[in-house]
T-cell receptor
């Protein structure tokens, strides 16, 4: 199956610093990537939808100036947590949707998830 | 707004039992439904994907069914093993192309 990687897998930072998380589709092109957040003992919640070459779409309650998303290529999306605070400590997971053969989108096409990034803000 | 619920929230059973995990969703307008497994502190492992036009999918000891009209899916685990212990997440893919996840069922299979 298709592979999605995330880097780093784990990061610890001081309050007030910025952290960048990368999400890469390794063997397919992804016009759309999704960023989810999971707090301890809770399920995944969508933060934003990242579309290649355009601005991300954020879910209600997610601060776009705090969580900067860049999707500069068909294989890479980045999430930057700016001025991180302890309440931002969470597990961040991305998923990527295969563009499909010939560049045609298939709406029911499977998505592939990255392994996640554990962020701890001290 | 799509909402996904899962019952039970937690389950502890002896090894060898057959299990049924339940998932319900409020809006039947979905592309597909997927069951995932998540081990503590880890990412997601996809178990079964059921397209909206399908009724069920099987993989080894796992069988998932989908009744879109009633907004329900079940994951059946046969002959459970301690290695099956994990959190099982149900998620529906909606027309915004993102997943809406349920809260999960924490399964513990005792040896």
């Amino acid at each position: 199956g298709a592979v999605v990687s995330q880097h780093p897998s784990r990061v610890i930072c001081k309050s007030g610093t910025s952290v960048k998380i990368e999400c890469r589709s390794l063997d397919f092109q992804a016009t759309t990537m999704f960023w989810y957040r999971q707090f301890p003992k809770q399920s995944l919640m969508l933060m934003a939808t990242s579309n290649e070459g355009s601005k991300a779409t954020y879910e209600q309650g997610v601060e776009k100036d705090k969580f900067l998303i860049n999707h500069a290529s068909l294989t890479l999306s980045t999430l930057t947590v700016t001025s991180a605070h302890p309440e931002d400590s969470s597990f961040y997971i991305c998923s990527a949707r295969d563009r499909g053969a010939g560049g045609h989108l298939v709406h029911s096409r499977e998505q592939f998830f990255g392994p996640g990034t554990r962020l701890t803000v001290l | 707004k799509q909402e996904v619920t899962q019952i039970p929230a937690a389950l502890s059973v002896p090894e060898g039992e057959n299990l049924v995990l339940n998932c319900s969703f409020t809006d039947s307008a979905i592309y597909n439904l997927q069951w995932f497994r998540q081990d503590p502190g880890k990412g997601l492992t996809s178990l079964l994907l059921i397209q909206s036009s399908q009724r069920e999918q099987t993989s080894g000891r796992l069988n998932a069914s989908l009744d879109k009209s009633s907004g329900r899916s079940t994951l059946y685990i046969a002959a459970s093993q301690p290695g099956d212990s994990a959190t099982y997440l149900c998620a529906v893919l909606i027309y915004g192309q993102n997943f809406v996840f349920g809260p999960g069922t924490r399964l513990s299979v005792l040896p």
